[in-house]
């Protein structure tokens, strides 16, 4: 009997802190995928991944995930920490980046010891990631190289990038040598091949003839000498995936130095005609035509492409430029895209939808960018079909029985670098990625009974007993067996104490003001540098960071100081933290809140019983302000409030 074989792309969008999320899907699909490697019998299907990709924190996830998998699997549970089952994956995410307190390696995020360097590179101290990363890859080189069925001989990793520097392009048109409109394309790419993680076949017509960097043999990850380092290869490996994930300014970019064949011979993911996109090549300047190199430095390839779903599309089409198969009775190929930000992006109100002036424009700008990039259109409006068997979305869902609560994710807060804040986060996210990922597997995760592509063995979704929906009938893609029976829990809802957070706002206090005059002395001298140093100085940076953080963990019930309180209590408190303003209104604060200001007025009522809120009294207007804590003057002739 001819093999079934059913192919699953993986595609991991950008996340910040929230890839601890992402590492725990992962973390329990492979969990899945052994388990049923051990029940399958030969004329069960195999379920196969021959593409990989990731943006940002999904590439990290992509780029250790996948060599975890191929490892041997020597989970070292420690006492209260996350169930796992990809050790390093784990490590990376869970023990080791963290703002205030060392694990996997030595070091924190806020710590000094970049700042020893000539440059400042990131606002954060990035030397922690490398540390992360080679001590990853040395984990891995330790362990057993295991050759799975679910991978086959090659397979392809795209990592998204936000070249800086852009690669050049002209659209010619009749009228001489320099006619055309030209461009710069600052979305990049790193393709990787590795080659020996698995058994299985796999021809990708599209990958195949995208030109990647040389292919890596996972033989050759092996454990360096005492004192010594990664092999090169590996080294600019851990650096491309570093690069995906360099958030800008937040932490530090990566310069590279590549050949231009990289981009003369770059299949792109297009439905536009093969023979057209052969003829799309970059139009390097003459200065450099003749040197075949060209350097680079990018950033967070989440800037420009955070979902890089089409680049696994693609990669799994069976036939280029053919789409792959929707229909769920026919389909033999899917992409599981795994996004950890469910939550919307921030919508203006009304009232703040009518400000219009220069510092309102110049704020909204980057974020206006950023939700535009990420707009797809395509992918949305297939999203709509329920019959659409091609693509598949695992997205943060946690629910208290069930009910499912309003915030999913604990690392959500602070735009995403909130789970730096507390391991607790980390650990939540990972047990909640791994809880959702078998809640998908078990109760979604499925195509017709009578798909010839899957084996039923008499099993049909759900799984799990559960009283949570189901795709009710349908055939498993990846039947549940084993360990990956086992309900996965998930911890209660983590929070930290106000002390934590001041700890915190002290150490980045301690940063900024190392950071600032460094960086600043590079650029002024004479009086501007004296006169800036000077209002450096004054500023309140402690206070602020306070503030700012403290607000966001009240606003999503992460503060144990405050976790009795209802929503429209937390949404009160949290507005009248806002280190923008030493007061509010109550006006302002239904403004900030979208609560009706009747509500307001009562919650306020109720905070000042519980002396957590303050009431100030204008000298000049007599308006009635609020805050947490006293802030700035009370009886200032103009307070800064809202």
């Known amino acids: 009997m001819a093999e079934k074989n059913f192919y699953i792309g993986f595609a991991s969008a950008g996340a910040i802190s929230a890839g601890a999320y992402s590492a725990g899907v992962l973390d329990f699909l492979i969990l899945a995928l052994d388990e049923w490697a051990k029940e399958r019998k030969e004329d069960d299907h195999q379920v196969v991944i021959p593409v990989f990709s990731g943006a940002s924190a999904g590439s990290i996830t992509s780029a250790i995930g996948m060599l975890a998998a191929a490892r041997e699997k020597k989970p070292n549970l420690k006492p209260g920490e996350a169930e796992h089952y990809l050790q390093t994956l784990y490590d990376c995410w869970v023990s080791g980046p963290d703002l205030n307190v060392s694990g996997y390696v030595a070091g924190t995020l806020l710590s000094l010891s970049d700042l020893e360097d000539d440059e400042v590179f990131s606002l954060l101290n990035s030397r922690l990631l490398d540390d992360i990363a080679e001590q990853a890859f040395k984990d891995l080189a330790g362990l057993k190289r295991e050759a799975p069925a679910y991978f086959p001989q090659r397979v392809h990793l795209y990592m998204t990038q936000t070249n800086t520097r852009g690669v050049p392009y002209r659209i010619k048109f009749d009228g001489g040598k320099d006619s055309g409109y030209h461009m710069l394309c600052h979305a990049d790419r790193a393709h990787y091949v ?67 064949d990289h981009y003369e011979k770059r299949r792109w993911p297009s439905s536009i005609e093969a023979d057209y996109l052969d003829k799309v090549q970059p139009d390097w300047p003459d200065a450099s035509t003749g040197d075949n190199n060209y350097s680079y430095t990018a950033i967070d390839g989440g800037v420009i492409n955070n979902h890089p779903f089409e680049y696994t599309r693609y990669s799994l089409m069976k036939d280029y430029p053919e789409r792959n198969e929707r229909n769920p009775e026919y389909a033999d190929r899917t992409v599981i895209m795994v996004n950890p930000f469910p939550e919307p992006p921030d919508f203006a109100s009304d009232q703040e939808a009518k400000k219009y002036d220069l510092l309102t424009i110049l704020l909204r700008l980057f974020p206006t960018l950023l939700n535009q990039n990420r707009f797809k259109f395509e992918e949305m409006v297939l999203a709509l079909d329920d019959e659409t068997a091609s693509r598949w979305l695992i997205s943060p869902r946690r629910y208290v029985g069930e009910a499912l609560q309003k915030h999913g994710i604990a690392c959500g807060l602070l735009g995403g670098f909130g789970g730096f804040v507390d ?26 009974s009578g798909n010839k592509h899957v084996s039923t063995k008499n099993i049909t979704l759900p799984q799990l007993q559960s009283g949570l929906p189901s795709n009710e009938g349908k055939a498993p893609i990846i039947p549940l067996y084993g360990k990956a029976r086992d309900p996965v829990a998930v911890r209660p809802w983590p929070r930290i104490s106000k002390r934590k957070v001041r700890d915190i706002a002290e150490m980045a206090e301690l940063r900024l003001k190392k950071l600032v005059p460094k960086l600043l002395s590079k650029h002024l001298n004479g009086p501007k540098w004296f006169a800036v140093r000077s209002l450096f100085a004054l500023a309140n940076i402690k206070d602020t960071v306070y503030y700012a953080c403290l607000a966001d963990l009240t606003r999503r019930d992460q503060c144990t100081d405050f976790k009795d309180l209802t929503d429209p209590q937390r949404k009160v408190l949290a507005a009248c933290m806002n280190p923008s303003y030493d007061y509010l209104t109550p006006n302002g604060i239904a403004e900030d809140t979208g609560l009706a200001i009747a509500v307001v007025n009562d919650v306020i009522r109720e905070l000042l019983k519980k002396k957590l809120l303050y009431k100030f009294r204008g ?11 006293p802030r700035g003057k009370f009886y200032d002739t103009n307070p800064k409030y809202k």
Do not use: M
């Not at 292919?215 to 000498?225: E, G, Q, R, S, V």
């Not at 007599?622 to 804590?629: D, S, V």
């Open 194 to 260: 590795i080659e020996g993680l698995g058994t299985a076949s796999f021809v990708s017509k599209w990958a195949d003839a995208d030109q990647a960097f040389l292919p890596l043999n996972a033989d050759a990850l092996k454990t360096p000498t005492v004192g010594g380092t990664l092999p090169s290869v590996w080294k600019d490996y851990s650096q491309h995936t570093l690069a995906s994930g360099a958030f800008p300014i937040g932490l530090k970019a990566r310069f590279f130095d590549v050949s231009k």
């Open 423 to 448: 391991r607790a986060f980390r650990e939540h996210d990972y047990e909640l990625g791994r809880k959702n990922c078998q809640d998908f597997l078990s109760r979604w995760f499925g195509v017709d």
């Open 619 to 629: 000298v000049i207007n007599r308006k009635e302000l609020y805050t947490y804590e």
